[in-house]
Antibody, heavy 122, light 110 residues
Framework: QLQLQESGPGLVKPSETLSLTCSVS??????????WGWIRQPPGKGLEWIGS???????FYNSSLKSRVTISVDMSKNHLSLQLISVTAADTAIYYC??????????????WGQGTLVTVSS | NFLLTQPHSVSGSPGETVTISCTRT????????VQWYQQRPGSAPTTVIY?????PSGVPDRFSGSIDSSSNSASLSISGLKTEDEADYYC?????????FGGGTKLTVL
């Protein structure tokens, strides 16, 4: 059973960089049939796709975040990373990592991490 | 880009069947798979339907997905409603470059 665990700072200052890691257990992140991604949820609001990646380096990003976001897959550490630069209070949210083993890199998600709350505040 | 429109809320009594709709504003609902996620209060989402109709292992067959090409919409039906089904439900789909979530539907079991 695949398990995903997000980690990182719970508090980030405005204009700084948000960096999160998703540790993967129960499977290899390098599997060709698996895709990886990040989704966020502002408090009391709905889900927002941030981006998707494959271990081979293919990435897709939400157009509203594309200029600020980088998602990378680290095979040596079997983890997924998220970097979001120049954060503002609007980036305050629960951040989820997720895995999909479906039709293509954008299809959707089968496994979810428990999520980590990141607050942007000085 | 396209949008996925869901009703804000639905409700039903234990044992009843409820249906949640998800309408795609542009692009084909048929050729781009729809997924459904359940999110109970204070918990992470879990997948209840993927690729239009498929149930992950462990999801009871009370949950089913369907597609209606005439209205360009997808639906999630939950039969034999239980109190534990009370949650937010999100549909999700994609196109060639983006992934989109619906706004979510709050299911209340009366």
């Amino acid at each position: 059973q695949l398990q995903l665990q997000e980690s990182g700072p719970g508090l980030v200052k405005p204009s700084e960089t948000l960096s999160l890691t998703c540790s993967v257990s129960g499977g290899a992140i390098s599997s060709l049939s698996h895709f990886w991604g990040w989704i966020r949820q502002p408090p009391g609001k709905g889900l927002e796709w941030i981006g998707s990646a494959s271990y081979s380096g293919n990435t897709f990003y939400n157009s509203s975040l594309k200029s600020r976001v980088t998602i990378s897959v680290d095979m040596s550490k079997n983890h997924l990373s998220l970097q979001l630069i120049s954060v503002t209070a609007a980036d305050t949210a629960i951040y989820y990592c997720a895995n999909g083993n479906f039709y293509n890199i954008l299809t959707g998600w089968g496994y979810w991490g428990q999520g980590t709350l990141v607050t942007v505040s000085s | 880009n396209f949008l996925l429109t869901q009703p804000h809320s639905v409700s039903g009594s234990p044992g009843e069947t409820v249906t949640i709709s998800c309408t795609r504003t542009s692009g084909s609902i048929v050729t781009n798979y729809v997924q459904w996620y359940q999110q109970r209060p204070g918990s992470a989402p879990t997948t209840v339907i993927y690729e239009h109709y498929q149930r992950p292992s462990g999801v009871p067959d009370r949950f089913s997905g369907s597609i209606d090409s005439s209205s360009n919409s997808a639906s999630l039906s939950i039969s034999g409603l239980k109190t534990e089904d009370e949650a937010d439900y999100y549909c999700q789909s994609y196109d060639s470059s983006t992934q989109v979530f619906g706004g979510g539907t709050k299911l209340t079991v009366l």
